[in-house]
C-alpha cells in the first residue's frame, strides 16, 4: 500500500539573510552546496543554519577545497611532466579574486572568501553542530579522461554534521 503525501515535504531556497523568517528548529536538514565559499560571513552562516534545524536535524555542505584552491594557487607542470598543485598562501584567510588567463572562470567574476580547513570545521562546532563525516571527492573524469595530469588534488571537501 503506497501513500501519497507531497505535503510533507517542502523544499526552501533562500539565503542566509533569509533565514531570520524562519523559527527556530523547523527543518531536518539544510544543505550548503558550492556557496559557502562566496558569503562573507560563514561563522554567522552556520549558527544560522544550527538555529533552523530541529535536534538531530543534519547539514551537509560543499566548498572548494580550502587546502588547495587558496589564494594564487595552481597547476604546474613540473620537469618529468607531472602536474603538482603550487598551494601558495594557504593560511592567508581573506577574500581574493583569480588572476587566471580564463575570463570565463567564476572566481575571476565572483572572486571567493578563503578560509582554511580549520576555520570551516571550528566554526561548525562553534554553531553547535557536530562533525559526523568529511569527504574529499576525487574527480573520476579528470583521472580517466584527456586531462587527468591537470587534477592531482581533490576540488572539493564535503562536511556532513547534526544539530546536537
Known sequence: MGVNLPWAQRIFRTTRHNLSKFPDGPFDGVVCLWTLMDIPD????????????????????????????????????????VAVREVRNYFKVSFWVSNTSNPKSVRVKVGAHHRTMSVYLNAITDAGLVLERTGEPQDVDAVTGPVAHSRPTPLTFMVRCRKA
Open 42 to 81: 560563514a561563522e554567522a552562516t552556520l549558527a544560522s543554519v544550527a538555529r533552523v534545524l530541529r535536534p538531530e536535524g543534519w547539514f551537509v555542505m560543499c566548498v572548494t577545497h580550502p587546502c588547495f584552491y587558496s589564494p594564487e594557487s595552481s597547476d604546474v607542470v613540473d620537469d618529468n611532466g
